[in-house]
Structures are given as structure tokens and as C-alpha cells.
């Protein structure tokens, strides 16, 4: 049979289910023919396991790891389909491409964690699904689609309000008693003289407004710079033992844990294959993992006294003669 032909007639053919057998305690699937078309993990991006299959078409993909191939499921069919015809030629997707994808699905921003609606303070899922917007680059949530023409009619407003409320939630896990920018201490003879500047849904401590502007000028720089203060601080005291998905799967039962920082907050995974789902709905997995760490800022004494500070005040004493290129 031609190539072509061979094609057309996958293409004709009803979508076949996903037979689904657990693996590893895990959930991951098998298949019944175990030669996986695919040499990369089309999730992961990383050479397949040689033990987690599904089978689509009557065809066999492996995957790198268990979780993987959960993610692989919640693609739609057309996705899936393309995949394993690029694979039978021989054309599946590289590491360019898989960068390449990386960049275009990576959200921007952090997700909206304030577990009620910034217009009527109802609690999110109390009227059914959230409506979720992208307002000025930024996620926000509301109870139902009537608030959301009233955000958008005074944005300024209503961000202002949601920026206090996410510095609040936000503050405890804060890592740096310094300015990102400048290194400068954010705390002069026991007065906090910080700023608090939420960049899409990102808490940014910083210690006057001249580096308001100059964090802006290249966020990307300092917020990697504070991810690393946040695995930094929060690594040795993480308070959960287990996966932020899968709460029966040990950290490292599967090899050394994935992790992210999301909001300011640690977020360890039993393997990469779980941050799509934690992605797919951050808020359910994120109160479990605030709620572990509660005793632990109670022990801090972290959970009040914290002052919220509005992003566009004067600058404080002490801050207002370090240079920030001006002219």
C-alpha cells in the first residue's frame, strides 16, 4: 500500500478508545502491542520508558514516564492522530519543536489563586464553573459572566483591589527580605519600608519605585532570580510528602521530584507528567498545599503584621538615593 493511501485510510478510520490498564501503581496505561511507533515521549520529550503505553488507532505510544500519558489522553483526537502519523513517517516532533511548543503554551503570567470573585466576594464554584478572562495580560476569575463587563469597565479599580488581596495571600511565603532589583533591605530599624508590586498575579517585594520601573523594564530577569529564592527557602521545610497531584505517589518514588514555583510557592510533583493537570486547574492542588504549610507560618509568626503596602507610593527613607540610571 503507497504512503498516501495508507494515510487517507488512518485518517477515514472511526477513532478508536484508549484501552487503559494500570501500571506501577501509577495509572498509566498499556496496551496490548508493546512496539511503541514513537521513539520520544510526545508529552515529555524524553526517549520513551519502554513500560507506559496507551493505544490509539490500533497503534501503541510510549511515553517517558507514568502521567505522561494521562496528559497524552486529554489531547483531542485530531492531536492525537496527527502525532501518530508524523511518528509512521518517521517526522515525529524533535527537541526544536518541543521547544517551540514550550514557548507558545507557557501561560503567561501566574494563574489567579484568590478563591472568590473580585467583583461580588462570592466563592469561585459557588454559581458552577469560573469564568476564566485574560484581562491586560493577567487571569482573573469571577463567580459568573455578569462581572465581567463590570471589571473591565474600571480595571484600575478593581486590580488595585485584587493586587492588595494577592500581596496579602502571597506575603507569608515571600523568601526575600530584600529588594530583587537592587538588593537593598526592604526593613529599616524594624519597619517594613517595602514595596509591593504584583506583576501579573506575582507578588515583587521591592524597596522604592524607581525599581518598580526598572523590575518592569526586564521581568523575566528578576523573576527568575526570585524562583530561586523561593526553592531556596521553601525546599527544606516543604511540608508535603507526597505529589501536589497525586496524593498516594511519594515524592521521589519516581525519581528525583519536578518542581515549579508558582505564586511564590514550591510546587513538587512525582513526575513531569503531573504539572499539565496541576496547570489545567492550579487552585484546587495550590490549597493543599497553603493549608500544609499553615502551621508552619503560624510557627513563623508569619500570618499577620505584614503591612500592604499600594505599588505607586512615595519612596521611603533610605531608599531614595540609590541609582536607577535616571536621567
Excluded at 492531536?79 to 511518528?87: I, M, P, Q
Aim: include cysteine.
Amino acid at each position: 500500500m503507497k504512503p498516501a493511501t495508507l494515510i487517507a485510510c488512518l485518517c477515514l478510520t472511526a477513532p478508536a478508545s484508549l484501552s487503559m490498564a494500570q501500571h506501577a501503581g501509577h495509572g498509566a496505561a498499556t496496551g496490548q502491542n508493546t512496539e511503541a511507533v514513537n521513539a520520544m515521549c510526545p508529552v515529555g520529550k524524553e526517549p520513551i520508558d519502554g513500560k507506559t503505553f496507551v493505544q490509539h488507532d490500533g497503534k501503541t505510544i510510549g511515553f517517558c514516564c507514568p502521567g505522561c500519558d494521562k496528559a497524552f489522553m486529554n489531547w483531542d483526537e485530531d492531536r492525537r492522530t496527527n502525532f501518530v502519523l508524523a511518528s509512521m513517517r518517521g517526522d515525529e516532533p524533535g527537541a526544536a519543536d518541543a521547544h517551540a511548543a514550550h514557548e507558545v503554551d507557557e501561560p503567561k503570567g501566574d494563574p489567579y489563586l484568590l478563591d472568590t470573585c473580585p467583583i461580588s466576594g462570592q466563592k469561585l464554584g459557588s454559581m458552577g464553573d469560573p469564568i476564566v478572562k485574560t484581562i491586560e495580560g493577567r487571569e482573573v476569575r469571577f463567580c459568573c459572566g455578569g462581572c465581567v463587563g463590570r471589571f473591565e469597565a474600571d480595571t484600575t479599580k478593581h486590580f488595585a483591589e485584587v493586587d492588595k488581596a494577592i500581596a496579602k495571600q502571597q506575603m507569608p511565603f515571600y523568601p526575600l527580605e530584600t529588594c530583587v532589583v537592587t538588593g537593598e533591605p526592604l526593613a529599616i530599624d524594624g519597619e517594613d519600608i517595602g514595596i509591593n508590586h504584583v506583576y501579573k498575579n506575582r507578588l515583587v517585594r521591592l524597596c522604592c519605585k524607581g525599581c518598580v520601573r526598572d523590575f518592569e523594564a526586564d521581568p523575566a530577569k528578576y523573576l527568575k532570580a526570585l524562583d530561586e529564592a523561593v526553592v531556596k527557602a521553601q525546599l527544606k521545610d516543604y511540608p508535603l510528602t507526597t505529589c501536589a497531584v497525586l496524593e498516594n505517589s511519594k515524592l521521589g518514588s519516581m525519581g528525583e521530584p519536578a518542581e515549579i514555583v508558582v505564586a511564590n510557592r514550591l510546587v513538587q510533583f512525582c513526575c513531569a507528567g503531573c504539572q499539565p493537570t496541576f496547570e489545567a486547574d492550579p487552585a484546587k492542588f495550590i490549597t493543599r498545599i497553603d493549608a500544609a504549610w499553615k502551621p508552619v507560618h503560624e510557627a513563623q509568626g508569619k500570618l499577620h503584621g505584614s503591612p500592604i503596602h499600594e505599588g505607586d507610593h512615595d519612596d521611603h527613607r533610605g531608599h531614595g538615593d540609590h541609582d536607577h540610571g535616571d536621567d
